[in-house]
C-alpha cells in the first residue's frame, strides 16, 4: 500500500470522526459549558456594578466555577462543565484537523483559529477539571493576579515592553473585530437558521449582537491596560477580566455602564446556548 493511500486513509476517518453524532455532541456540550461560565460571569458583574464588591467574588471564570462549587451538586456540574469543554478542545481539534462547516472551512487560517481555539480550551478545561478535583489554586485564582504575574516575567525579558505591548495591540485589535462581526452579524452563517423559528433568530441577534460587542468591548478595553502598562513598564497597570469590569466604574455613569456590560455578557452566556441548539458542526 502506498504512503497517498495511506494518507487518503486517515483523512477519510477523520472526517468522518469530525462529522460523527458523538463530535456533534461533544461541541454543543461545549458551548452549552461556555454560555453558563459567561452568565455567571456577567450576574456577579451585574452585583458588583451597584455594591462595588460583588459579595468578594471575582468576575471572571474563577468566580464562576466558585458560585458552581458553592451550588448544590456543585461537584458534578463542575465536572460535567470541565468534560464538557474538554469535548469543545476535541471538536476544534477536529477542524483544525478536517477544515470548519462551510464553504471556506478549509481554509489555512480558519484552521489554524480552530487549532489556537482547540488549545485554549484545553487548557480551560484542565483548569476545571482540576479545581474540581480538589486542587482550589487551578482555574480559580484571581485573573488579575495572573496577568499582573505573567506580564511582570514578561516586562523582565529583553524586549519585554514591546511584547506585552504588541500584545496589547493585538488584544485591543482582536476586541474591535469580535465587536465588529456581532453589529454586522457575522454569527448567522454559523448557524442552522432554516431550522429557526422568526422568534428564535431574532432572540439569536439580539443576543449576539449585543453578547459579542460587550465581549469586544472587555477584550478591547483589557488590551489597552496592557499596552499602558509595557508603555510605563508597570507590570500592575495590566489588568485581568475582573479588574477590566471593576475599571468601567471608573467612566461617567460608570455603574450604569458596567450593568450594561454585564447584561452584554450575560447575554454572549445565553447566545452560546443558542449555538448549542442551532450552530452547525
Same mark, same amino acid.
Given at each position: 500500500?502506498?504512503?497517498?493511500?495511506?494518507?487518503?486513509r486517515?483523512?477519510?476517518r @477523520?472526517?468522518? =470522526?469530525? /462529522?460523527s453524532?458523538a463530535?456533534?455532541?461533544?461541541a454543543r456540550?461545549?458551548?452549552?459549558?461556555?454560555?453558563?461560565?459567561?452568565?455567571?460571569?456577567?450576574v456577579i458583574?451585574?452585583?458588583? =456594578?451597584?455594591d462595588?464588591?460583588? /459579595?468578594?467574588?471575582q =468576575?471572571?471564570?474563577? $468566580?464562576a466555577l466558585g458560585?458552581?462549587?458553592?451550588?448544590?451538586l456543585?461537584s458534578?456540574?463542575?465536572?460535567?462543565?470541565?468534560v464538557?469543554l474538554?469535548?469543545?478542545a476535541?471538536?476544534?481539534?477536529?477542524?483544525a484537523?478536517?477544515?470548519?462547516?462551510? =464553504?471556506?472551512? !478549509?481554509?489555512?487560517?480558519?484552521r489554524?483559529a480552530?487549532?489556537?481555539?482547540?488549545?485554549?480550551?484545553?487548557?480551560?478545561?484542565?483548569?476545571?477539571?482540576?479545581?474540581?478535583?480538589?486542587?482550589k489554586?487551578?482555574g480559580s485564582?484571581a485573573?488579575?493576579?495572573?496577568?499582573? /504575574?505573567?506580564?511582570?516575567?514578561?516586562?523582565?525579558?529583553?524586549a519585554?515592553?514591546w511584547?506585552? $505591548?504588541?500584545?496589547g495591540?493585538?488584544?485591543?485589535?482582536?476586541?474591535?473585530?469580535?465587536?465588529?462581526r456581532?453589529?454586522r452579524?457575522?454569527?448567522?452563517?454559523h448557524?442552522?437558521?432554516?431550522?429557526?423559528?422568526?422568534?428564535?433568530r431574532r432572540?439569536?441577534?439580539?443576543?449576539?449582537v449585543?453578547?459579542?460587542?460587550?465581549?469586544?468591548?472587555?477584550?478591547?478595553?483589557?488590551g !489597552?491596560?496592557a499596552?499602558?502598562?509595557?508603555v510605563?513598564h508597570?507590570?500592575?497597570?495590566?489588568?485581568?477580566?475582573?479588574?477590566?469590569?471593576?475599571?468601567?466604574?471608573?467612566?461617567?455613569?460608570?455603574?450604569?455602564?458596567?450593568?450594561?456590560?454585564?447584561?452584554?455578557? @450575560?447575554?454572549?452566556?445565553?447566545f452560546?446556548?443558542?449555538? @448549542?441548539?442551532?450552530r452547525?458542526v
Open positions: 500500500m502506498d504512503t497517498g493511500s495511506v494518507a487518503l486517515g483523512r477519510g @477523520a472526517r468522518r =470522526a469530525a /462529522d453524532t463530535m456533534a455532541v461533544a456540550a461545549g458551548f452549552a459549558a461556555r454560555g453558563l461560565i459567561y452568565v455567571l460571569v456577567g458583574a451585574l452585583q458588583i =456594578a451597584f462595588g464588591e460583588g /459579595d468578594g467574588r =468576575a471572571d471564570r474563577g $468566580g458560585e458552581l462549587a458553592g451550588k448544590p456543585g458534578v456540574m463542575l465536572w460535567a462543565v470541565g464538557a474538554a469535548g469543545m476535541l471538536w476544534r481539534l477536529s477542524e484537523a478536517v477544515g470548519q462547516a462551510g =464553504a471556506d472551512g !478549509a481554509k489555512p487560517s480558519k489554524a480552530a487549532a489556537a481555539r482547540c488549545v485554549f480550551y484545553a487548557f480551560v478545561s484542565f483548569s476545571v477539571l482540576s479545581y474540581a478535583a480538589g486542587d489554586g487551578s485564582g485573573s488579575d493576579k495572573q496577568t499582573d /504575574d505573567v506580564t511582570a516575567t514578561v516586562l523582565a525579558w529583553p519585554g515592553q511584547i506585552v $505591548g504588541a500584545a495591540i493585538a488584544v485591543v485589535i482582536a476586541g474591535l473585530w469580535i465587536s465588529g456581532a453589529v452579524k457575522k454569527f448567522r452563517r448557524l442552522r437558521t432554516g431550522s429557526m423559528s422568526r422568534r428564535a432572540t439569536a441577534d439580539v443576543l449576539g449585543a453578547g459579542g460587542t460587550a465581549r469586544g468591548v472587555v477584550f478591547a478595553v483589557a !489597552a491596560f499596552l499602558v502598562a509595557a510605563r508597570q507590570p500592575g497597570k495590566a489588568k485581568g477580566m475582573d479588574d477590566t469590569l471593576r475599571s468601567f466604574r471608573d467612566f461617567p455613569a460608570g455603574p450604569w455602564l458596567l450593568a450594561l456590560i454585564a447584561l452584554g455578557l @450575560a447575554a454572549f452566556g445565553a452560546s446556548w443558542c449555538n @448549542a441548539r442551532w452547525e
